[in-house]
């Protein structure tokens, strides 16, 4: 089984570039997220899931766009990149809320 | 005030030793209660489930206090292998992680 899987591993962007992250699963997860992950920061909730048509914003949504039209699909859009979302960003889907999560290997993005 | 706050660490402690790990929660309606490890530059990876009666897995023996919103993780007999950051989550409806308290075990 893949699980989580991101692309791409790493990115370089210049300041005001657009890009997307993406995350696939293949466990058939209603429940999936994305988290940045910043040192000394922790892992801080971007945005949300539970289940294909519904999002909701996590504790640090600014900048960030998603979007879930499929179960297996919850890509994270950089609308206009700033080097303050120079970070790691990790992706992680569940079987439901509050049940284990598996996470993909994250996705280093550096913004310059 | 953060939702979940942990130990800063970090913990440096010889192979064999004991160490504790407190974490403080906020959200008294959470439902669901994790202790995550996270490698250097990894993925962070499920430890163990935290529930209210307490519950042992090997040498890891976590404990959750509603009353006192307070969770911790006991590591007996510390290995080599034990040395990585250990998060405290709660939930839901989403994951929301501590900071983190890294471990380095030494021999």
């Known amino acids: 089984n893949a699980g989580v899987t991101q692309t791409p591993k790493f990115q370089v962007l210049k300041t005001g570039q657009s890009m997307t992250l993406q995350c696939a699963q293949d466990m058939n997860h209603e429940y999936m997220s994305w988290y940045r992950q910043d040192p000394g920061m922790g892992l801080r909730l971007i945005h949300y899931s539970v289940g294909a048509g519904i999002t909701d914003q996590g504790e640090v949504p600014n900048g960030y766009n998603v979007s879930r039209s499929t179960t297996e699909d919850f890509p994270l859009r950089l609308l206009s990149a700033a080097p303050s979302q120079t970070s790691v960003y990790f992706c992680?889907?569940?079987?439901?809320?509050?049940?284990?999560?598996?996470f993909g290997q994250g996705t280093r993005l550096t913004v310059v | 005030r953060k939702e979940v706050e942990q130990d800063p660490g970090p913990f440096n402690v010889p192979e064999g030793a004991t160490v504790a790990f407190n974490c403080t929660y906020s959200?008294?309606?959470?439902?669901?209660f994790f202790w995550y490890r996270q490698d250097c530059r990894k993925e962070p990876k499920l430890l163990m489930s935290v529930y209210s009666s307490g519950n042992e897995d090997g040498r890891f023996t976590a404990q959750l206090n509603r009353a006192s919103q307070y969770i911790s993780l006991l590591i007996r007999d510390s290995k080599l292998s034990d040395s990585a950051t250990y998060l405290c989550?709660?939930?839901?409806?989403?994951?929301?992680f501590g900071k983190g308290t890294t471990l380095s075990v030494s021999s």
């Open positions: 959200n008294s309606a959470s439902q669901s």
């Open positions: 989550v709660v939930a839901p409806p989403a994951l929301i």
């Open positions: 992680a889907s569940s079987s439901g809320t509050g049940l284990e999560a598996f």
